[in-house]
């Protein structure tokens, strides 16, 4: 499947889809997929990784930024952030820059 | 050819160059909406009759549903339909219908064009269309918000048992009015059906969504996932780039004034129970 993020290519850098809008309310994050007509809602922790995301990080640095921000383990921190760009590309929320 | 005006809430829909045979279907469906047609319009709508239909969308065999086809442009909405194209300008804002149908079949072409034109003109005069249930006990209203499948027809029919009005099991309106919403209801009935009727806006008491349970009750949720739920509950506007941002600064404001909950519910009618006694100490007023 073409959204899938391997692992060690986490210097990848990704952006909002052109066709989508993010919005970030009381810490949680909305995506709204205008061409679908469907509304995606991340955690406070997806939020954080998204707004990264926005502002050009790479995944190797949003692992390093929710790792010191929330206080988990690197590896953890690599599959969650990996698992949650994985399900935004397959929504169509993201699109790798 | 004849003009008819229909005016909900305060708002007159002028749709000019019907011809006879389509005039008295309007007339029929929408007859109490009708006032005099004086030339004066918020929104004007052009019905042209074009009688070649191989130029547009056929239609099926037998009765089906299908979703109409709406492309947003920077200066323009195009819809399409079985039997009918239309485009509507955003500025000045109007719209205009071609058309090869002058049966029963013409009635669904100008309800799909006209539940796109009102979310445009209720937007641009600071209300929001949603897909929705909506009911009122007379003091109160109730709005579920909800796409196919949520529960709304089943949960009007429970309310229409308990002899509360409901207003539409499909379409219904939101307004902010002073500091408090008020619930208006729209001429699309929906699966639940009945003709349209003007009725009085009401407080917008309780904005909730609807879930599925073994018994009833409430939940609060977060406000992205009221956001959320409610922009996915507006049709046409939530897909609409020139508009989306708009609409959800709208949506997050409406959530602010009236907080969304959930309504948990199974297929009878103690979800009324809670409703009222969850509501009944904080009755909206209006204010103005």
């Known amino acids: ?97 | 050819m004849t003009a008819l005006t229909l005016e909900v809430h305060g708002c007159r829909y002028r749709f000019s160059g019907l011809t006879p045979e389509q005039a008295g279907r309007v007339q029929g469906r929408f007859g109490p909406l009708l006032r005099s047609d004086d030339g004066h319009a918020d929104v004007p709508i052009d019905v042209h009759y074009t009688p070649n239909r191989g130029g547009f969308m056929q239609r099926p065999a037998g009765p089906r549903e299908y979703r109409v086809a709406v492309a947003h442009r920077a200066d323009s909405i195009a819809v399409a339909g079985i039997g009918f194209t239309a485009n509507i300008d955003r500025r000045p804002f109007r719209a205009q219908l071609q058309t090869c149908l002058v049966d029963d079949w013409f009635l669904g072409a100008f309800e799909n064009l006209w539940r796109v034109v009102a979310s445009y003109a209720l937007f641009a005069r600071g209300a929001l269309l949603m897909h929705s249930a909506a009911f009122t006990d007379g003091a109160r209203g109730f709005l579920f918000c909800g796409r196919s499948g949520a529960g709304k027809t089943t949960l009007c029919g429970l309310a229409d048992r308990l002899e509360l009005e409901v207003l539409s099991d499909e379409l219904n309106a939101v307004a902010e009015r002073g500091e408090a919403y008020e619930l208006r209801a729209m001429p699309f009935a929906g699966d639940f059906g009945g003709l349209p009727a003007p009725h009085p806006p009401y407080p917008l008491t309780g904005l909730l969504g609807l879930a599925h349970d073994t018994a009833a009750r409430l939940d609060l949720c977060s406000r992205a996932e009221a956001v959320s739920r409610i922009v996915a509950s507006c049709p046409y506007l939530n897909a609409d780039p020139v508009e989306i941002d708009a609409l959800t600064t709208r949506v997050a404001r409406l959530v602010e004034g009236v907080p969304l909950r959930i309504l948990s519910f199974a297929k009878d009618t103690t979800f009324w129970n809670v409703l009222d006694r969850e509501y009944g100490s904080h009755r909206t007023a209006l204010s103005g």
């Open chain 1, 1 to 97: 499947m073409y959204w899938t993020v391997s692992m060690e290519a986490t210097a990848q850098r990704y952006r909002v889809d052109p066709h989508a809008r993010f919005r970030v309310l009381d810490d949680e994050g909305v995506f709204i997929l205008q061409d679908a007509g469907e509304v995606l809602v991340v955690n406070a922790v997806g939020a954080f990784i998204v707004e990264r995301l926005k502002a050009d990080a790479s995944l190797d640095e949003i692992v390093d930024a929710v790792t010191e921000r929330y206080e988990v383990e690197s590896t953890q921190a690599r599959t969650d952030a990996i698992a949650l760009v994985e399900t935004l590309l397959k929504a169509g929320a993201i699109v790798k820059s």
